[in-house]
Structures are given as C-alpha cells and as structure tokens.
C-alpha cells in the first residue's frame, strides 16, 4: 500500500510542473496529494505548509505560505529560518489556524525575525516539534529584485519562477 502511495504521489508531483497536466487536475486533487505526502519516507519533506512566494528586495521582505493539506494547520506549530537547519535562530509562526489552500504572507526584518532577506539567501520552513522539513527554497541573486518576487508556478507544486507579485493571490 505504501509504494502505491508513493507512486501515486509522485506522479501527482512530478506531473504538476507540466502545463498540459495540470489543466486536467483540480485545486482539491493537488491537496490530496499533499496530504499523502504526509506519510512519507523518513527524510522527505512533510510539505504541510508549502513555501510559495518570496519577495528579497522590498521593505520590508515578506514570503508566503499555503496551508497544502485538507485539514486546518496551526502556524505555531511550525518555524522559519534562513539558514537550512539553523533552529537556534528559526522564528515561530504566529499562534493562528490556517484553513486548507489558505494563504498567509510573513513579513521578514531585523524587528520582527531577527534578520533580513537578501538577494542571494534560502527561506526554510520547519515543524517545530521535530524538525521535520516542510518546504524550502534556496535562490540566487537576481531571482528576486525589487518589484518583482520568486514564485512557484503553478501554486505549491511548481517550480520557482522570477515574476509578478501576487501577494495573498495565487500565482501567475
């Protein structure tokens, strides 16, 4: 049963990025596979919170967040960190449930998380509890210049784009 599982969701992910896939697959059917993702091999990222926007060069810096489960998810329950594995500095989320497919953007300065975003960083996403990885990016300078963010595209499954914001929206 596991294996199936895992090749079901598999198949969901790596067909997400393919344009011509997704316009048969539904908002919900993404969800349900993020949801089998939660049982996954030990290593693999849990991917209850989803990393899906980052914008480095504004003021301040702000990334966004999509709950990518059918159940509501407390934030609290998870931190951020802009050092892969670096928990003496990671950042709890506010207390505050997160319905499925809701959004929620993070401001990111020295006040609020201790440091900023810069033009060439990594953004990471922990659950709080055990460490256990939920999503993370990791770009290169340019990707996210001013005006403009790095983002997946589609939503939550796709690959990391330079483009428009779309702050609280879904992506372009």
Not at 147 to 157: K, Q, T, V
Request: glycine residues 6%.
């Amino acid at each position: 049963m596991r294996i199936l599982l895992v090749s079901v969701l598999f198949a969901a992910c790596s067909n997400a990025a393919d344009p011509a896939v997704d316009a048969h697959v539904g908002p919900s059917d993404s969800l349900h596979a993020i949801d089998a993702a939660i049982d996954s091999p030990a290593g693999a990222p849990v991917r209850t919170l989803a990393l899906d926007e980052v914008a480095a060069s504004e003021t301040p810096d702000w990334f966004e967040i999509v709950n990518a489960t059918l159940a509501p998810v407390q934030l609290a329950e998870f931190v951020y960190v802009d050092a892969s594995g670096d928990f003496a500095r990671a950042k709890a989320f506010p207390a505050m449930m997160l319905g499925p497919g809701a959004r929620y953007v993070q401001n990111v300065d020295d006040a609020t998380s201790g440091f900023k975003l810069a033009s060439d960083e990594e953004l990471w996403i922990y659950r709080a509890s055990d460490h256990a990885l939920s999503d993370g990016v990791d770009w290169a300078a340019g990707d996210s210049p001013a005006g403009m963010s790095f983002a997946r595209s589609p939503d939550i499954f796709g690959p990391f784009v330079t483009g428009a914001q779309s702050k609280n929206a879904p992506n372009p």
